[in-house]
């Protein structure tokens, strides 16, 4: 089945911990991104990646990390200094980067709650 | 000021009904210009791709009015199954790989 797959669907975070979201793609595409959408409000970006080995700072990248080690994953780590991590964090991946018009297809999704 | 500006709604319509929404953006550098459809607790699902010339999927029409910099959705005999939030997505011409959402319209259509 080719797609977008996010793991887990629900996580739980303690105070202090540091947490990785996963996601993975098997459809070739170049770029690859996460969001995160707090409930009633639209799609935050937090880190983009448009080639292996390199990502750029979204609009709220403060208390998060992020690695592209593979072409197929970009895994998303919410450390300790982000205080309010809870949220539905969505991960994208679009198949060219260099094309203009084509859209972002997304992952169903990770549910981040703090314990 | 937001990057793309969208009316929360919602917008109660009847089945049957035509309705309208419209998305304004505030970079007259935007180049690419898409709907997404979100149900409750959902991912954001590529509902159509918004031309210049204005383009058409079944019920759906989006119309791109770059002059007073805002697109529009047009979606005709409301179904049931067309309740959800819809969301406005603009790119521009320097970074057309970054993306930005408007923060959605909902949309009830009632029986």
């Known amino acids: 089945d080719g797609g977008i797959t996010q793991s887990p669907k629900y996580l739980f975070r303690k105070e202090g911990q540091n947490v990785t979201l996963s996601c993975e793609q098997n459809?070739?595409?170049?770029?690859m991104y996460w969001y995160r959408q707090d409930p009633g409000q639209g799609l935050r970006l937090i880190y983009y990646?448009?080639?292996?080995?390199?990502?750029q700072k979204g609009d709220i990248a403060e208390g998060y990390s992020v690695s592209r080690e593979k072409k197929e994953s970009f895994p998303l780590t919410v450390t300790s200094a982000q205080k309010n991590p809870t949220a539905f964090y969505l991960c994208?991946?679009?198949?060219?980067?260099?094309?203009?018009?084509?859209?972002?297809?997304f992952g169903d999704g990770t549910r981040l709650s703090i314990l | 000021r937001k990057e793309v500006e969208q009316d929360p709604g919602p917008f109660n319509v009847p089945e049957g009904a035509t309705v309208a929404f419209n998305c304004t953006y505030s970079?007259?550098?935007?180049?690419?210009f898409f709907w997404y459809r979100q149900d409750c607790r959902k991912e954001p699902k590529l509902l159509m791709s918004?031309?210049?010339s204005g383009n058409e999927d079944g019920r759906f029409t989006a119309q791109l009015n770059r002059a007073s910099q805002y697109i529009s959705l047009l979606i005709r005999d409301s179904k049931l199954s067309d309740s959800a939030t819809y969301l406005c997505?603009?790119?521009?011409?320097?970074?057309?790989?970054?993306?930005?959402f408007g923060s959605g319209t909902k949309l009830n259509v009632k029986p």
């Open positions: 970079n007259s550098a935007s180049q690419s």
């Open positions: 994208a991946s679009r198949l060219d980067r260099d094309s203009r018009n084509q859209p972002q297809h």
């Open positions: 990646s448009q080639i292996v080995n390199d990502f």
């Open positions: 997505v603009v790119s521009q011409i320097y970074n057309f790989n970054k993306f930005y």
């Open positions: 459809l070739n595409h170049d770029a």
């Open positions: 918004v031309y210049s």
